[in-house]
């Protein structure tokens, strides 16, 4: 039997909305990027401030609510059907010290901001390939960046982070205060040990890249695959790329050669000046001049604010379900496995499948030590398809068939939590880590958050049957 919520007690509260199914606003309050992701809490809290996230989770505590967390709604896995969501979106101070190179952000930015404050100095923070996600989910999850193989993980760049515990009280979390919870947030930190009002991080001083990304037809993926998978093993730190087997749709706001077509989709982002980066992809395009022409091709020198074209992610939101892996190595019968699963010749309901080479500063521990997650992969595999009315039973199917088929080819016992996506349902919230980091995220989890406060459902104080296996692997 769910918990009365008293919404008009609540709201003396708070400063921000305090809204119940129902309510004007409630609907947008809890819209997120996911679309098929519809929550239905009891009751959602739009935070305004880190005494809003306090007073919020300490009424939470006091009427035994779960809570969850939204920032953008990138990285919902499954619906919240009780308890309080908190909302952060109006948490959105953004403060970039220049000198220090730092920058302090609230827990509702995304990394457009950050990124065209930093831009202003000459710096860069660590963002992803989509400029719309959120800074402090991105960063909890680790943070794979578009420069990931040049700086590591967003979360090794990680200074101090502002969090509301299950107690109510605000915590500042750095190496000092508190340091196994600040190794726990720093990649681990969906798992919900609190809710996180601001984060602080150092920045790169990056201005321009060589970079952007390169789409060839359907009848060149086998041999721009495998020309990935050999051209990969030369290069250097200062270059990060992926490859991606898209199905797009036909939709206007998409260039003409890309509209309605399979295509592949070659991303690349190097340090190192414009003669140099043509030096370095020149042994990658060479081998497909002969093969087929590319359809589009925006490799160039951009300033480090036009990142977003690297990827070109969507903007809009969509209703997806996605599930990833991380490999040990990619040899020819692995990019074989995948033509024959993901392929242009399979007619299967996936938008993205998607390999981004990992190495380079990823495989180095954190000058402070942290919790990100599949450290010592050679590459993240990631399915994703749209959940559509009528493909909700096949999508994640063939997801999981994606998975199945790169198998054995993965690293056992760890994942990116980012993109290990909805497997979390069946892996459970700690399938990223094994061996000892596993345990002592669970002994953290009990004490920080012994009633099991943040993530109920989707983020068990107990690993499932799954997780314990890869734990004592
Ligand atoms: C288009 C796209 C591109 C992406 N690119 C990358 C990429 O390049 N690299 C990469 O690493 N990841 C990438 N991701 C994955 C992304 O980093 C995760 O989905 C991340 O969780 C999104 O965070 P968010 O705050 O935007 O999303 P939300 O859905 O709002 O939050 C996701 C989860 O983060 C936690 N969370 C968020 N805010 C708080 C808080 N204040 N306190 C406590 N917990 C909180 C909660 O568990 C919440 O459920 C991408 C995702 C998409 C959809």
Known sequence: MPTFVDAVALAGRVRGPVLRPGDD????????????????????????????VAAAVGWAGEHGLPVAVQSTGHGQLSAVHDGMLITTRRLDEVWVDPVARRARVGAGVRWRRVIDAAAEHGLAPLNGSSSQVGVVGY????????????????ADHVRAVELVTADGLVRRIDAEHEPDLFWALRGAGRIGF????????????VRHLYGGGIFYPASATAEVLHAFRTWVSTLSEQTTTSIALLRLPDLPHLPEPLRGRFVVHLRMAHLGGVEDGERVLAPMLAPMRAAAPALIDTVAEMPYADVDAIHSDPTDPMPEHHAGIVLRYLPAEAVDALIAVAGPQVDVPLAMVELRLLGGALARPAGVPNAASGRGGAFSLLALGPLLPGLEQVVPAVVSSVLDALEPFAAPGTALANFQGSLEASAGPYGSWSGADAGRLHQLKDRYDPAGMFGPGRFPTRPLSGAVAAGSA
């Open 139 to 154: 960063t909890l999850g680790g943070g794979l960046p578009v420069l990931a193989r040049s700086y590591g993980f967003a």
């Open 25 to 52: 606003g409630f609907t947008a309050e809890i819209a997120g990027f996911n679309s098929a992701i519809v929550h239905q809490p009891q009751v959602v809290v739009g935070a305004t401030d880190a005494g809003d």
């Open 194 to 205: 609190g809710v996180v009002t601001a984060i602080e991080f150092d920045l790169v001083p």
